[in-house]
C-alpha cells in the first residue's frame, strides 16, 4: 500500500467522521477541495469538484445548518439523518479512496465510512433526544452549535492533517463507547 493510498484512506474516515455530525458540511468541504485541487479523488467522483456541486452542497449545508437550529424540525431531522449520514459516509470515504482494488474501496467505504458516520450519527441523534427531554429543546441550539462546529473542524483536519483528525475519530468513538458503556451499567442496575 502507498502513502498516498494511505492518506487517501484517512482523509476518507476523517471526512466520513465529520458527516456524522452533519451531513453536508464534509460533501461541502470535500467539494472545495476537490475544486481547488486539495485532495485527490477517485475517478468517478471528480465531479463532486465542479461549480454546479459547491453551489448545490454548499445551499444544502446552509439549509442543514439553520433547519438544526429549530428545535422540533431539528429532532426531525435526525430521523433522516443516520440513514444519510451513512450513505454519505460511504461515498465520502469511495471518493477519496485511491489505488486499491474496487472490491477493496467498496468494502473498506461501506464499514470503515459508512459505519464511522453512523455510529457518530446515532450518538448525537441520542444527545439530542436527551437534550429535547431534559431542557425541553432549549439546550438544542447549543448541542447544534456543538455539533456543526466539530463537523467543520473535523472536515479541515481531514482534508489538511488526516492524521490527526484519525486521532479525533478515534477519541471521539472512544468517548461514545464510554458513555455507552456507563449509560448500559445503568439501565442494568435498576
Known amino acids: 500500500m502507498t502513502p498516498e493510498t494511505i492518506l487517501s484512506i484517512l482523509i476518507g474516515i476523517g471526512l466520513a ?12 468541504a470535500l467539494s472545495i477541495a476537490a475544486h481547488f485541487n486539495a485532495i485527490p479523488l477517485n475517478e468517478s467522483w471528480a465531479w ?9 452542497l454548499g445551499a444544502a449545508t446552509i439549509v442543514e445548518i439553520v433547519a438544526y437550529f429549530i428545535p422540533w424540525l431539528d ?8 440513514p444519510l449520514a451513512a450513505i454519505a459516509g460511504t461515498a465520502v470515504m469511495v471518493s477519496t479512496v485511491a489505488g486499491l482494488d474496487p472490491v477493496v474501496t467498496w468494502a473498506l467505504a461501506i464499514i470503515a465510512g459508512g459505519g464511522t458516520a453512523t455510529a457518530i450519527q446515532t450518538s ?4 439530542r433526544l436527551t437534550s429535547t427531554a431534559t431542557t425541553g429543546g432549549i439546550a438544542n441550539p447549543v448541542v447544534s452549535t456543538v455539533e456543526t ?3 467543520i473542524v473535523m472536515s479541515v483536519l481531514a ?3 488526516p ?4 486521532i479525533f475519530v478515534v477519541l471521539i468513538l472512544w468517548m461514545i463507547f464510554k458513555v455507552y458503556r456507563k449509560f448500559k ?3 442494568v442496575a435498576e
Open 149 to 151: 462546529g466539530t463537523s
Open 17 to 28: 467522521a465529520s458527516v456524522g455530525f452533519r451531513v453536508f458540511v464534509p460533501l461541502f
Open 124 to 127: 448525537s441523534t441520542a444527545t
Open 185 to 187: 451499567k445503568k439501565k
Open 48 to 56: 463532486i469538484g465542479s461549480t454546479a456541486a459547491i453551489f448545490t
Open 163 to 166: 492524521v490527526l483528525a484519525v
Open 159 to 161: 482534508i489538511f492533517i
Open 75 to 82: 429532532n426531525a431531522l435526525d430521523s433522516l439523518a443516520i
